[in-house]
């Protein structure tokens, strides 16, 4: 998988709102009203990522959730990463 340049990566997170570019990684911090519906979306999103055969950096703190996606085989971002976000938002909308 190739990996992407700052631009392309910047076009790309235009339509993902929340999404930064920090540290080589895109991220976004999410807030639910507490532990269990923070754990249980992230449940949900380890579904998703196990059938796209991509797993999130991400940290999660009483009912914030932190994501950071980066293709570790292309040392970077790839496309993989901007699908999983998408799903990710779907998941969470």
């Not at 990566?9 to 976004?28: F, H, Q, R, T, Y």
């Not at 754990?39 to 950071?68: D, G, S």
Request: glycine share 4%.
């Amino acid at each position: 998988m190739k990996k992407m340049n700052t631009n392309e990566i910047e076009e790309a997170i235009k339509n993902l709102p929340g999404w930064a570019l920090k540290d080589e990684m895109i991220m976004k911090s999410f807030t639910f009203k507490d532990f269990k519906e923070a754990f249980a979306t992230m449940t949900h999103i380890a579904f998703e990522c196990e059938k796209q055969n991509h797993h999130p950096n991400w940290e999660n703190v009483y009912n914030r959730l932190t994501i950071k996606l980066s293709t570790h085989d292309a040392d970077g971002i790839t496309q993989k990463d901007i699908d999983l976000a998408k799903s990710i938002e779907e998941i969470v909308g």
